[in-house]
T-cell receptor, first 113, second 119 residues
Framework: SQKIEQNSEALNIQEGKTATLTCNYT??????LQWYRQDPGRGPVFLLL?????KEKRKERLKVTFDTTLKQSLFHITASQPADSATYLC????????????FGKGNQVVVIP | GAVVSQHPSWVICKSGTSVKIECRSL??????MFWYRQFPKQSLMLMAT?????????EQGVEKDKFLINHASLTLSTLTVTSAHPEDSSFYIC???????????????FGPGTRLTVL
């Protein structure tokens, strides 16, 4: 069956350190993968998209890698700040680029001042 | 930037009644909007793809007669939960793509969500 797995345990990290989150998937062949931020009771906010032919993408303090052989994406927040505390969702294109997204459950990050 | 709004932000209704949720793209046009449902501590689940001017496409296991979708204009899609029951209580979120961005961008802009509670 198709699965998208993100760590269910919250990641507690000291301010200034790098937070690294993992997204593993099985039985998908996504044309791209996206990362979103979701705060409690709110809709997701788009952060980054990485395509199947890209290895790495950066945006300000965020970095995403995508390994289609391992079927894994890593999401890094460098120089983390308390304002980065949120749940981060991994989403895969499940329809060959037709924008139908399958989401992971998300991984909560708590940045400790 | 692209903004998507939803109305209402929360609604409480009695079992057996119908509830309509609106999703609007405020500063861009969206030929395609998506409806998701999220239960507590669960992932967003895509329910259906709403296409302007045509019938919605529903995901497997989603009852089209229970979740009526109408996408009458390039800026508005509505989801009606018919004959709502307590098990329909959930967080309903819509998203939209900006037509102008074409096929090179796949970013979806999400609304703030609607919390539905069915008593």
């Amino acid at each position: 069956s198709q699965k998208i797995e993100q760590n269910s345990e919250a990641l507690n990290i000291q301010e200034g350190k790098t937070a690294t989150l993992t997204c593993n998937y099985t039985n998908y062949s996504p044309a791209y993968l996206q990362w979103y931020r979701q705060d409690p009771g709110r809709g997701p906010v788009f952060l980054l998209l990485i395509r199947e032919n890209e290895k790495e993408k950066r945006k300000e303090r965020l970095k995403v890698t995508f390994d289609t052989t391992l079927k894994q994406s890593l999401f890094h927040i460098t120089a983390s700040q308390p304002a980065d505390s949120a749940t981060y969702l991994c989403a895969l294109d499940m329809s060959g680029g037709n924008n139908r997204l399958a989401f992971g459950k998300g991984n909560q990050v708590v940045v400790i001042p | 930037g692209a903004v998507v709004s939803q109305h209402p932000s929360w609604v409480i209704c009695k079992s057996g009644t119908s509830v309509k949720i609106e999703c609007r793209s405020l500063d861009f046009q969206a030929t395609t909007m998506f409806w998701y449902r999220q239960f507590p501590k669960q992932s967003l689940m895509l329910m259906a793809t709403s296409n302007e001017g045509s019938k919605a496409t529903y995901e497997q296991g989603v009852e089209k007669d229970k979740f009526l979708i109408n996408h009458a204009s390039l800026t508005l899609s509505t989801l009606t939960v018919t004959s709502a029951h307590p098990e329909d209580s959930s967080f309903y979120i819509c998203s939209a793509r900006d037509v102008a961005s074409g096929g090179s961008h796949n970013e979806q802009f999400f609304g703030p969500g609607t919390r539905l509670t069915v008593l």
